[in-house]
């Protein structure tokens, strides 16, 4: 088993790493192009509204709903049932979808009142701010209807990984990169608003990611035509797991969402530092933790279909001790390199070194929590694969009003910064009640062998940090330095931590053994 699942997780891992790689390239070309003002703010808040939707509606509650069902259906051999409730799911959602994409470019003026508070009323009161309103609002009217394509591209997705082609799904959003990254550079510069091209450049991409996805379903035999199917068995199951996983994952999103709202009221370029950080911090995330996951979520339900526990929880310690391994160095790599990594990635065209000195404090603050954001990436599906969605609401919204009054503390006194303190607290809050949760159910429980795993690891981080300070010149120097010198120090700076981190982890004991799916 954990050799399969290794090899699945590499090869989800390898292409999440072509998207991320990309989605780093859309970053440093949108940066070059806008770097860290008004009309940054007002693309990403205008992106980060249907994005929000979408893992609402698709990679979130459905695919976590649906993915179980959907095993239980193919476990059972009939496919032609099994096409039937892909035909009668994907057309009930559609409806939805359509009807709630239509909603938000009619009402996008409201949405955009609502989650970008501090410019309306700006607007209302002739403010400084008031035109990011209006222009909020007619970039928001064309990326909602993103959220049409990438609902069915997360339920292509889901489809294709439950039948083990794991793949197509990871390479997807490729597509999405390039297509942002041509707008950027062929249309967006022509345009006397440049974000409107970056958002045309969004639903292209999502047109192109759907249509690139059929031919594999069809290939696959699941290409069904969509149904209206509201009282359909399947879809009924379906409903009764994803309304409680509609609230837990809203949770992790609408904590996104109010960080966007205060922000509103902050300098100008708080929400784009925030997100050029969140954007360092999701590389290793996507690479790793949620590559992890996608591969563990349909092993641990096909666990529970079996009626196999042992194997379940050693799954589960598998994953557990996978993302520490790698999270370890990614978490610390990025806080001890904030600095030389954004100025490296986006110090050039409109992206200032003061952007650059913003930038760094909140990723240095995000990166505290990227380890507990891949542990919650494992540790979530050990309920959803049980096909119980209720007690990650529970502990979502625990987690969820504990960021929203740390917000407000840590925004009072540390403005943008504190929203990144924030969002990484919450973080370890909502890891440790998912832990805790599985440990009373009997589920899982982190063993001795795993422990001492973790504790070799962090001692190891811990001297990879130490040697990366020793060699790190400092930051003020980088800036007399021409591009390629900046490249050249900062890979050779990567490249020597992970080389201590290998041998330290080696020395202290650490064996490619303790990746095996085996209990103490």
């Not at 009323?121 to 009217?141: M, N, Q, R, T």
């Not at 969004?202 to 594999?216: E, H, N, R, S, T």
């Not at 379903?217 to 879809?235: C, E, F, I, S, Y």
Request: glycine share 8%; charged share 10%.
């Amino acid at each position: 088993m954990s050799r399969r699942l290794l090899k699945s997780g590499m090869i989800v891992s390898a292409m999440t790493l072509i998207s991320r790689v990309l989605g780093l390239v859309r970053d440093v070309v949108v940066a070059n192009l806008m770097g860290a003002g008004a009309s940054a703010d007002v693309f990403f808040f205008a992106n980060k509204i249907p994005n929000f939707l979408r893992r609402l509606f698709a990679e979130g509650a459905f695919s976590q709903a649906f993915v179980p069902v959907l095993t239980e259906y193919h476990a059972s051999g009939d496919m032609t049932k099994t096409r039937d409730l892909i035909a009668k799911a994907s057309g009930t959602l559609g409806v939805i979808v359509s009807v709630v994409t239509l909603l938000g470019v009619l009402g996008s003026s409201v949405v955009t009142a609502i989650f970008g508070a501090g410019w309306f009323i700006d607007w209302l009161h002739g403010g400084p701010a008031a035109y990011k309103f209006e222009l909020a609002s007619l970039v928001l009217k064309i990326t909602f209807p993103y959220l049409w394509f990438i609902t069915f591209v997360a339920l292509s997705g889901a489809i294709l990984n439950t039948m083990g082609r794991f793949a197509v799904s990871s390479f997807t959003p490729v597509f999405l990169n390039v297509m942002i990254i041509s707008c950027a550079l062929f249309v967006a510069p022509h345009m006397a608003q440049p974000e409107i091209g970056l958002a045309i450049g969004v639903l292209a991409g999502g047109l192109v990611q759907f249509v690139f996805q059929l031919p594999f379903l069809l290939k696959a035999g699941m290409l069904a035509r969509p149904q209206w199917g509201w009282n359909d068995p399947g879809v009924k199951k379906i409903r009764t797991l994803m309304i409680p996983a509609l609230f837990g994952v809203s949770v992790s999103q609408i904590n996104l969402l109010f960080d966007t709202f205060i922000a509103s009221f902050l300098q100008t370029g708080s929400i784009s530092w925030l997100y050029y950080s969140d954007r360092l911090l999701e590389f290793p995330l996507g690479l790793f933790g949620i590559a992890i996951a996608t591969v563990i979520l349909p092993a641990l339900s096909r666990k529970h279909v079996d009626a196999e526990p042992l194997g379940f929880s050693q799954t589960m310690d598998w994953g557990v001790r996978m993302v520490t391994l790698l999270g370890v160095p990614a978490m610390l790599g990025l806080m001890v390199l904030a600095k030389p990594m954004i100025m490296v990635l986006f110090m050039r065209g409109s992206f200032a070194p003061e952007d650059v000195h913003q930038a760094s404090l909140s990723l240095l603050a995000y990166a505290g929590g990227l380890l507990n954001f891949m542990l919650i990436k494992i540790l979530a599906p050990g309920y959803y694969s049980r096909q119980d969605t209720k007690t990650p609401v529970r502990y979502g919204i625990i987690a969820m009003i504990s960021n929203m009054v740390l917000n407000a503390i840590f925004a009072y006194f540390y403005g943008y910064i504190g929203l990144a303190i924030a969002t990484a607290s919450s973080a370890f809050i909502n890891m440790a009640l998912l832990y805790q949760g599985l440990h009373k159910q009997g589920v899982y429980k982190v063993t001795r062998k795993t422990i001492i795993f973790m504790v070799r690891l962090f001692l190891a981080g811990g001297m990879m940090v130490a040697a990366v300070l020793w060699a790190l010149d400092d930051t003020a120097v980088w800036l007399t330095w021409s591009f390629v010198q900046r490249v050249v120090m900062l890979l050779s700076l990567i490249a020597g931590g992970a080389c201590v981190y290998i041998v330290a982890s080696l020395l202290l004991g650490v064996r490619l053994k303790d990746l095996k799916t085996t209990t103490d």
